[in-house]
């Protein structure tokens, strides 16, 4: 996991956040490769593989460390201040998303001009509700995703090619391309 690179996708919104045409990146991955790729605001809203928390303290640290004692070791890792058993910052099934980065997710897409659905069945609730708030906004939208989703019939543009295809096609259009 830590060895994966960004694709062609993950630089082109990263190239244009550089642009100032991108705001932020909401995603739910959790392989910090928007991060790799420089992307600089980034809301994982399933949190992240970079960093673990102490269930008990709540002290958060370096997650890889943790994860090579690990496969070392076989122990549970254990937090270096309380002892007490220490996760990686991912939303696990059943528990809550971040609070405060779904807030700021949220408050983007309400506000945004145009919003990129990239990747992305819209299947998994809470997250695959976001695009209703700039439904709602009557902001424009653009789905780069090889299947169909409940949002198509609201989307200005749909791509149905490998988003490692399209998504920088949309960053630097070449002639006869789909932009």
């Not at 990263?14 to 991060?35: C, K, M, P, S, Y």
């Not at 009557?138 to 749909?158: E, L, V």
Request: glycine share 6%.
């Amino acid at each position: 996991m830590y060895a994966a690179e960004p694709n062609p996708a993950h630089l082109a919104l990263a190239e244009l956040e550089n642009q100032g045409i991108l705001r932020a990146v909401v995603t739910q991955n959790i392989d910090g490769l928007h991060r790799k790729a420089g992307s600089q605001r980034v809301l994982e809203v399933h949190g992240n593989t970079r960093t673990a928390s102490c269930t008990r303290c709540r002290k958060r640290v370096e997650a890889q460390p943790l994860l090579e004692r690990y496969r070392r070791e076989g122990t549970i890792p254990r937090c270096p201040q309380c002892s007490g058993a220490v996760k990686p910052d991912v939303v696990l099934f059943g528990e809550s998303l971040p609070f405060e980065v779904l807030m700021e997710a949220r408050e983007e897409i309400a506000h945004c001009d145009l919003l990129l659905i990239i990747g992305s069945s819209l299947t998994v609730v809470p997250a695959a509700d976001l695009p209703r708030l700039a439904i709602q906004a009557n902001a424009p939208m653009i789905i780069c995703n090889r299947d169909p989703t409940w949002a198509d019939p609201y989307a200005t543009f749909i791509f149905r090619e490998d988003v490692a295809q399209s998504v920088p096609a949309l960053v630097s259009p070449q002639e006869g391309n789909c932009m």
